[in-house]
C-alpha cells in the first residue's frame, strides 16, 4: 500500500492550509499564501466572507438537509433570482459542475424526445473542453487522457476543432440535439469564442434546430466582470450549467433552462438527493446578495484590467517566460514560454497559488473581491517568480 489511504488520483502539493481570510491561505506553519487559484474559482469571494459565513452558521441552526419531496422556499428563491438575473424559465440545482452538464445534455435530450425525435441524442463539442469526469462529461469532454482506460466511450458525442464553425456545420447530422461549449475555456487554457463565435453558434442552433448549451461552471458568477460570460456577446443559450462560483466553496451546481428546452424535464424523469438543499441554498443566496449588490461587478471589471494591465508589462518584460496574457475579467491566463509546471512552481515560491491548465497556461482566478494592493502584491510575486525564471541573457541587469 502507498503512504495514504486516500485513493492516488491526486498528485498532492505538500501544503497543508489551515485557514482562509479573504484572498490569503494560511498554513499550519503560519505562512500566508496570496491565493489566486481561489479552489479553481470556487472561493468566488474568497475565504471566510463574512456574509457567508453567518448565511450558512444560520441556517446550520435550523434545517441542514430536506428532500426534494417537499417544498424548500430558499430554493424556489434561488431559482427566481438566477431566472431573474439571466435568459432562463427554469432551473434544477445540483451539487457539481459535472452533475449540472449531466441534467443540461439530459434536458437537450428529453427535449427532442419529447418532440416526437428521439432519435436526436447527438451533442457536439469543441476540443480542448472539460465539462467534469462522470461517464458521460468525459465522452463529452473528449480528451484521451480522461478516457483512457474506463471502457467504451460513452456514446452520443462528436468533437470538432476548437472555433472550426466549418467542422461544426459538417458534424451536424439528423441524430444532433445540442452544441455543447464553454464560452471561455478553463481547464483547455483560457480560451475565448469571440461573440462572433457565439452568434454563429446560435445561428447554426435555430437553423438546423438544436439546442444550445453553455458550460459556464468555470466562467460564470462573476468572473468574467458580468454575472454570466454570455452577457458579453448578448447571445443566449438554450441551456446553461454553473457551479463552481456559485457556492463561493459550498458544493452547489444548477442546470438553467428556458421553458421550452426544459419541456421534456417532467416529473420524475431526473432527480437528486442532496441537490438543492436549504444549505446550499442558504449559501448560493448569500453569494448572489454580494455579486448582485450595486457596482460589485463594476469593481471586478475595474481591477480585472488594472490586474491584466500589470501582467501585460511582465510579460513584456520577461518574454524567455511569459509568451503573452490571455484571458478576461478575472479568468486570465499566463501563456508560458518555459513549461508552466515550472512556472507554477516559482509562483509558489514566492507564495502565490495559480492554477495550471492546458496549452501551457497558468490559471489566475483570484477572488472577485480581492484588493487594489492584493493585486499589487500579486504583480510583484508573479514579477518576481518571472525573474526568478528568466534566462540570463534576457534579464534586464544583464542586458548589454
Ligand atoms: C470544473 C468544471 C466542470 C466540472 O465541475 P465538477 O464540479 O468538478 O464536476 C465542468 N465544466 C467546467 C467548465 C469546469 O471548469
Redesign the pocket.
Known amino acids: 500500500m502507498s503512504g495514504s489511504a486516500l485513493y492516488d488520483t491526486f498528485a498532492r502539493i505538500p501544503l497543508v492550509f489551515e485557514r482562509g481570510e479573504g484572498s490569503w491561505l494560511v498554513t499550519d506553519k503560519g505562512e500566508r499564501y496570496l491565493d489566486f487559484a481561489a479552489g479553481?474559482?470556487v472561493n468566488s469571494l474568497g475565504h471566510s466572507h463574512p456574509h457567508l459565513v453567518s448565511a450558512l452558521t444560520e441556517q446550520a441552526g435550523k434545517l441542514w438537509h430536506l428532500s426534494n419531496l417537499y417544498e424548500i422556499p430558499e430554493q424556489a428563491r434561488l431559482a427566481e433570482r438566477l431566472v431573474a438575473a439571466s435568459f432562463a424559465d427554469k432551473v434544477f440545482f445540483a451539487?457539481?459542475?459535472?452533475?449540472?452538464?449531466e441534467c443540461a445534455i439530459k434536458t437537450a435530450r428529453r427535449y427532442h424526445y419529447a418532440n416526437g425525435q428521439p432519435d436526436r441524442y447527438r451533442t457536439i463539442t469543441f476540443e480542448g473542453?472539460?465539462?467534469?469526469?462522470?461517464l458521460a462529461?468525459i465522452a463529452a469532454g473528449g480528451q484521451q487522457k480522461y478516457l483512457e482506460g474506463f471502457g467504451p466511450k460513452a456514446d452520443g458525442f462528436d468533437q470538432v476543432p476548437f472555433d472550426d464553425m466549418e467542422a461544426l456545420e459538417k458534424a451536424i447530422g439528423p441524430e444532433t440535439a445540442a452544441i455543447l461549449v464553454?464560452p471561455v475555456?478553463?481547464?483547455g487554457g483560457i480560451r475565448l469564442l469571440s461573440g462572433q463565435s457565439l452568434k454563429r453558434l446560435r445561428d447554426l442552433c435555430d437553423k438546423h434546430g438544436l439546442l444550445l448549451i453553455f458550460?459556464?461552471?468555470?466562467?460564470g458568477i462573476g468572473r468574467t466582470g458580468k454575472l454570466f460570460a454570455y452577457e458579453w456577446s448578448g447571445v443566449a443559450p438554450d441551456i446553461m450549467?454553473i457551479?463552481?462560483g456559485i457556492g463561493g466553496g459550498f458544493?452547489l451546481?444548477a442546470c438553467l433552462a428556458t421553458e421550452e428546452a426544459a419541456r421534456g424535464m417532467t416529473a420524475g424523469v431526473h432527480g437528486t438527493t442532496f441537490g438543492g438543499n436549504p444549505l446550499a441554498m442558504a449559501v448560493g443566496n448569500a453569494v448572489l446578495d454580494v455579486v448582485l449588490a450595486d457596482g460589485f461587478l463594476d469593481e471586478v471589471q475595474r481591477k480585472a484590467l488594472l490586474f491584466k494591465q500589470g501582467l501585460a508589462a511582465i510579460a513584456d518584460e520577461f518574454p524567455g517566460v511569459i509568451e503573452g496574457i490571455r484571458g478576461t475579467g478575472l479568468m486570465l491566463g499566463l501563456k508560458c514560454v518555459l513549461p508552466a509546471a515550472e512556472v507554477n512552481a516559482a509562483l509558489r515560491g514566492e507564495k502565490l497559488l495559480a492554477v495550471p491548465a492546458g496549452d501551457n497556461v497558468i490559471r489566475l482566478l483570484p477572488p472577485l473581491t480581492l484588493t487594489d494592493e492584493e493585486i499589487q502584491q500579486g504583480l510583484a510575486r508573479i514579477r518576481a517568480a518571472a525573474a526568478s525564471l528568466a534566462p540570463a541573457e534576457a534579464a534586464p541587469a544583464e542586458a548589454k
Open positions: 479553481i474559482a451539487n457539481s459542475g459535472a452533475e449540472a452538464l473542453a472539460f465539462h467534469g469526469r462522470t462529461t464553454e475555456q478553463g481547464e458550460d459556464e461552471v468555470q466562467c450549467a457551479a463552481k458544493p451546481a
